[in-house]
């Protein structure tokens, strides 16, 4: 099993909204990732997570909230998200944070309102 | 800062035509390189990576690379195209552990294969 998966796969919000992202894998792989793509651009970094512990935050707004509540499980928590926010939010795992290739999931479609 | 480049921001081929596409990195240290394909409406998927060794790489559908260390370039090549790799290619630098595990991407190329 080599998937990475992700719900919803869309999501629609208001601003005043709370909602979560969720992410699972069942590889092993000990380092998970969020990252935010827009639409014709590169992923962006958001948070990376070794070993359940929050080793990387790409400086981002703390109306996205990560959460690794074990070593299979990513969460991203959102709030008082603003339409800027509108984006492709792709969670990947790797075997560790070092130099082994990510698996991508395939991304939840989200539209801030 | 470490960086990704790619030269080419959309190229536009025809089938059976060969594939070139360029990219530059910024870094200093040990790097792990990666290509990575999003072909429309789909998810990332990995071409081809380097770790070490042989610096030609082969990867899947026919996808190879070549990581020139002096030049600080990992370009992407394919004989021949088909209408079927027309996708949004990525190339991509793991920094390592130092550096918490992070993937820089390029910008990305746009492919279009015409039939």
């Known amino acids: 099993d080599t998937e990475v998966t992700q719900t919803p796969k869309h999501l629609v919000m208001g601003m005043t909204n709370k909602k979560s992202l969720k992410c699972e894998q069942h590889?092993?792989?000990?380092?998970m990732y969020w990252y935010k793509q827009k639409a014709k651009k590169p992923p962006e970094l958001m948070f990376v997570?070794?070993?359940?512990?929050?080793?990387i935050n790409e400086s981002v707004p703390s109306r996205f909230s990560p959460e690794c509540p074990n070593s299979s499980l990513l969460n991203l928590h959102l709030h008082a998200l603003q339409p800027e926010d509108s984006a492709l939010y792709l969670c990947?795992?790797?075997?560790?944070?070092?130099?082994?290739?990510?698996?991508f999931g395939q991304g939840t479609r989200l539209t801030v309102v | 800062a470490q960086s990704v480049s790619q030269h080419n921001h959309h190229v536009i081929l025809s089938e059976a035509a060969s594939l070139e596409l360029g990219c530059n990195y910024s870094?200093?240290?040990?790097?792990?390189l990666f290509w990575y394909v999003q072909y429309p409406g789909q998810h990332l998927q990995l071409l081809l990576k380097y770790f070490s060794g042989d610096p030609l790489v082969k990867g899947i559908k026919g996808f190879e690379a070549e990581f020139i260390k002096s030049k600080f370039s990992f370009n992407l090549r394919k004989p021949s195209v088909q209408w079927s790799d027309t996708a949004e290619y990525f190339c991509a630098v793991n920094l390592g552990y130092n550096q918490g595990g992070k993937l820089i991407f390029g910008q990305g190329t746009e492919l279009s294969v015409k039939p």
């Open positions: 997570y070794s070993y359940e512990k929050l080793s």
């Open positions: 990947a795992s790797s075997q560790d944070h070092g130099y082994s290739e990510a698996f």
């Open positions: 870094y200093g240290g040990t790097v792990n």
């Open positions: 590889m092993g792989h000990r380092a």
